[in-house]
């Protein structure tokens, strides 16, 4: 950040008076910009014993596979969120959605918000950011060719679940230990 979005002045990255922490300030108007995490709601569709997963027709990680998901809109709630990424990723509705996973990613500042709904109707189709989507039972999960951490270890805790069919909320961290390396630590 190089100008203040109040009044246009340059800013300055410095700890203000009763902060802690760098921000940016204001050098004229003393406008404080605060930088806080962004929040990403996601779904895990379900259809009978499959999920749906959706190819990305996107960067970051085009043409890997993931579970529909994508930044919160103001004014949103997590869950309507999640639903809406459903339909604009896979023009797939879910219904009954329940959370399931709450993870911090602090190498990018984000917050996940995963959740398990049900696909209505088993009807889905490539939304604009899908190269394509299809319905996969476990044995079928293209692990190699996952996007993202937080969908492998969303999509493993719950394939581990769903044999006893009790399914329990996931809190946990993924930090990057290096550009291929992450690590996850549970609070759960």
């Not at 605060?34 to 085009?62: F, S, T």
């Not at 079928?140 to 996007?147: G, K, T």
């Not at 951490?149 to 581990?160: C, I, K, S």
Request: hydrophobic share 40%; net charge negative.
């Amino acid at each position: 950040m190089k100008f203040c979005s109040q009044c246009g002045a340059a800013v300055t990255l410095r700890v203000p008076a009763g902060d802690h922490l760098p921000r940016y300030v204001c050098d004229s108007c003393e406008t404080i910009h605060y930088q806080n995490p962004k929040i990403v709601a996601g779904c895990i569709p379900e259809w009978g014993d499959r999920i749906l997963l959706c190819r990305r027709a996107i960067e970051p990680r085009y043409g890997l596979w993931t579970l529909p998901a994508g930044f919160m809109e103001n004014s949103e709630s997590a869950v309507a969120a999640a639903a809406r990424e459903t339909l604009e990723e896979a023009n797939a509705v879910v219904e009954n959605l329940s959370l399931y996973g709450l993870y911090s990613l602090l190498h990018v500042s984000q917050v996940y918000l995963m959740f398990r709904g049900q696909l209505k109707d088993g009807v889905a189709s490539p939304g604009e950011e899908s190269l394509e989507v299809d319905l996969f039972s476990e044995e079928q999960i293209p692990w190699e060719q996952l996007a993202f951490t937080v969908v492998h270890e969303t999509l493993r805790q719950y394939f581990a679940e769903r044999q006893s069919g009790t399914f329990r909320l996931h809190v946990g961290d993924i930090v990057r230990e290096n550009d291929n390396h992450f690590r996850i630590h549970r609070y759960d």
